[in-house]
């Protein structure tokens, strides 16, 4: 890839900003029917297994990353964003508070350079565009360099469709040639930036000068606690467990990677998740995939991310069954956590690390606190426990964002129809993650807000009250 923009790239880029700006200005006067039915339409378009199948194998074929028949149900994400959409408001007063004699007004970011993954070619660029629609926005892509063929098919088919729509095809435009030295130039000319992918991509958002939004790491982290203690609930935690490590083959942020299980439940629970799928790795196969997944200094080694068990298998130099969903490693216990223990760590294939705990759940939130520290601190973890208390502690304990119970954390952490959490493929981590917010990255996002305040009746409690036990007479006396 190029190190340095040409004059010619720089020109192009100047060119499709200036289209971008103009569509803005156009979709800046659309009201709110106008505005969903534009949603409507570009997320039918893309929903249509007709195209979301079959692109779903290009994206497979191209990047070499993910499973065919999972990566399908990518779309539901899709369907999830146009029913949030559908559901706000985005034009004019979006809200009003009497009681404090405020109203909010929604106004469009503008011009948005969003960073398109390579574990979400798609996804990414449909997702968004819908939220961006729906704020009156326009949206620059700039597709990973090993996805950008699958990336620009995307968007042309949003493109023809807003053109039927009678709406402007430069709403959403894709770079045909990205590099990193292009993307950074994008970046410098736009009113907002949205970065989905590694620490060095949101880092290099955030150095732009531009105002961005961007996702952290994941290594997600699931308690199983001492109430999991029936075939009944095993099952289901496993099944889930299976889900959300499986899906496009463990590619994604949100997956599955370590599993904390209480010892009076260890075995039933290993057994559930057999029956799910889970092949088990004996301590010499343990460390063959060790050795293909990450080098010397623990760096996770490229050709082994997001693929099949089989082939997960066949690269450390053994097999195993046809069918076998994952892979589950014996990860042990607390002391078999950290830096230098790498299945401790985010996996992002068809790799599972399971851990047993003992004891008093505090030694759980130990667990959980220390792979953390490993990577991932800010992103996700869930617990399958039907002790209340247990879900409190560990919502007051985890640094995470998001925190899912009973449900996988790949479906559910980046919205689901059985949650409420907000649908986006962009999950802010915090300042734990290195980001700026801690939230899923949706509709709000992608708007600018204008408050209008009305004067009030005072309202300020006396120096006394104020101050408390602090107070002293003559406090505003100098």
Same mark, same amino acid.
């Given at each position: ?248 083959? *463990? ?123 490993? *990577? ?103």
């Amino acid at each position: 890839m190029s190190k340095e923009v040409t004059a010619e790239q720089i020109q192009m880029l100047d060119e499709m900003v200036a289209r971008a700006k103009a569509a803005a200005d156009i979709i800046a006067t659309y009201d709110q029917e106008r505005v969903d039915r534009l949603c409507q339409a570009v997320a039918a378009a893309v929903c249509d297994m007709k195209f979301w199948g079959p692109m779903c194998d290009e994206a497979v074929d191209e990047t070499r990353l993910g499973d065919k028949v999972t990566k399908r149900n990518k779309r539901n994400k899709v369907k999830l964003i146009l029913r949030d959409c559908l559901r706000q408001k985005s034009v004019g007063i979006i809200e009003e508070i009497p009681e404090k004699g405020l109203v909010k007004y929604a106004k469009p970011v503008g011009v948005i350079a969003t960073l398109v993954p390579t574990t979400n070619p798609c996804l990414t660029p449909a997702g968004q565009v819908v939220y961006a629609i729906k704020a009156r926005d326009v949206l620059i892509c700039s597709p990973h360099p090993r996805a950008k063929n699958v990336t620009n098919k995307c968007i042309n088919v949003i493109r023809e469709t807003l053109v039927r729509e009678g709406a402007p095809a430069d709403i959403i435009q894709g770079i045909a040639e990205p590099s990193i030295a292009l993307t950074q130039e994008l970046m410098k000319k736009v009113n907002l930036v949205i970065a989905t992918g590694g620490r060095p991509m949101v880092k290099s958002a955030y150095s732009s000068g531009t105002p961005a939004y961007g996702s952290g790491a994941g290594n997600a982290t699931v308690i199983i606690d001492e109430t999991a203690n029936t075939p009944e609930r095993q099952a289901e935690a496993a099944m889930n467990s299976r889900i959300s490590k499986c899906s496009d083959f *463990g590619s994604g942020c949100s997956c599955d990677g370590n599993l904390l299980i209480h010892e009076s439940v260890y075995d039933g629970f290993v057994a559930a998740l057999v029956k799910e799928g889970a092949y088990l790795a004996n301590e010499e196969e343990a460390e063959k995939l060790k050795a293909v997944m990450w080098d010397e200094i623990g760096h996770r080694l490229p050709n082994t991310v997001a693929i099949s068990p089989q082939k997960l298998a066949e690269a450390a130099g053994f097999t195993i069954p046809d069918d076998r969903k994952f892979i589950a490693v014996t990860g042990g216990g607390k002391n078999d956590i950290g830096k230098e223990h790498y299945f401790s760590s985010e996996k992002l294939t068809t790799l599972l690390s399971l851990f047993k705990y003992e004891g008093e759940f505090e030694n759980a939130l130990d667990m959980m606190r220390a792979i953390f520290e490993v *990577g991932g601190k800010g992103h996700s973890c869930g617990i399958y426990s039907w002790n209340d208390e247990h879900i409190h502690r560990l919502g007051m304990a985890a640094p995470v964002s998001r925190i899912m119970v009973r449900q996988p954390n790949n479906r559910g952490n980046s919205g689901s129809s059985t949650n409420g959490m907000p649908p986006t493929s962009s999950m802010g981590c915090g300042t734990w993650g290195g980001n700026i917010v801690s939230e899923n990255i949706a509709l709000k996002h992608y708007m600018n807000t204008t408050w209008v305040a009305r004067p009030l009746a005072e309202d300020m409690p006396s120096n006394k009250e104020l101050f408390g036990d602090f107070f002293k007479e003559g406090m505003d006396e100098e």
